[in-house]
């Protein structure tokens, strides 16, 4: 495993929708392991492929942190269905320095592959819906600033424009 340097906007692998992926090989075995070390060193408690450089739809996420769930790793992941609406204040670590309220739906079904090739479908609700949403999203180019208000995604480009946002 070795920890991966994280993309950041504007960097246009993040603007990117994603490739499919057709076989669970060594090499996405090792792109999961390598995401799920990326993300523990930098404290997230979600990351997408594409946050690493790798335009290929995979995602982890690890909710421990929020007190429940377990480790995530999905391939191909798509939100099924959804309703209700819920907003929490969100980051990114493809965003430094800025989080925002984001409007998101409350309870999901989620459908993916697992690393042992099983497709599985669950609900989820709460944080993980969101931080669900939020991962989904990457692998579609879209990132939450994309979701905000012109007005929040202004302050946001004005700060970054100011350099008063942290690039790492
Ligand atoms: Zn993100």
Same mark, same amino acid.
């Given at each position: 495993?070795?920890?991966?340097?994280?993309?950041?906007?504007?960097?246009?692998?993040?603007?990117?929708?994603a490739?499919?992926i057709?076989?669970i090989?060594?090499?996405?075995?090792?792109l999961?392991?390598?995401?799920?070390?990326?993300m523990?060193?930098a404290?997230?408690?979600?990351?997408?492929?594409?946050?690493?450089?790798?335009?290929?739809?995979?995602?982890?996420?690890?909710?421990?942190?929020?007190? #429940? =769930?377990? /480790?995530?790793t999905l391939?191909?992941?798509?939100?099924?269905?959804?309703? %209700?609406h819920?907003? *929490? !204040?969100?980051?990114?670590?493809s965003?430094?320095?800025?989080?925002?309220?984001?409007?998101?739906?409350?309870?999901?079904?989620?459908?993916?592959?697992t690393?042992?090739?099983k497709e599985?479908?669950?609900?989820a #609700? =709460?944080? /993980?819906?969101?931080?669900?949403?939020?991962?989904?999203?990457?692998?579609? %180019?879209?990132?939450? *600033? !994309?979701?905000?208000?012109?007005?929040?995604?202004?302050?946001f480009?004005?700060?970054?424009?100011?350099?008063?946002?942290?690039?790492?």
């Amino acid at each position: 495993m070795s920890f991966h340097k994280i993309c950041v906007y504007p960097e246009q692998v993040l603007a990117r929708k994603a490739d499919e992926i057709a076989n669970i090989d060594g090499q996405i075995h090792k792109l999961a392991a390598d995401m799920v070390e990326t993300m523990y060193t930098a404290a997230g408690i979600g990351l997408a492929a594409p946050q690493i450089g790798v335009s290929q739809r995979l995602i982890v996420a690890d909710m421990r942190k929020e007190g #429940d =769930g377990e /480790l995530i790793t999905l391939i191909n992941p798509v939100v099924v269905s959804g309703e %209700g609406h819920n907003a *929490i !204040d969100e980051g990114c670590l493809s965003v430094p320095e800025f989080t925002a309220e984001v409007p998101r739906q409350a309870e999901i079904l989620v459908r993916g592959v697992t690393l042992d090739e099983k497709e599985i479908e669950f609900t989820a #609700d =709460g944080v /993980l819906a969101i931080v669900l949403q939020h991962e989904i999203d990457h692998l579609n %180019g879209i990132l939450f *600033i !994309d979701r905000i208000s012109s007005l929040k995604r202004d302050i946001f480009l004005r700060k970054l424009k100011k350099g008063k946002l942290k690039q790492s």
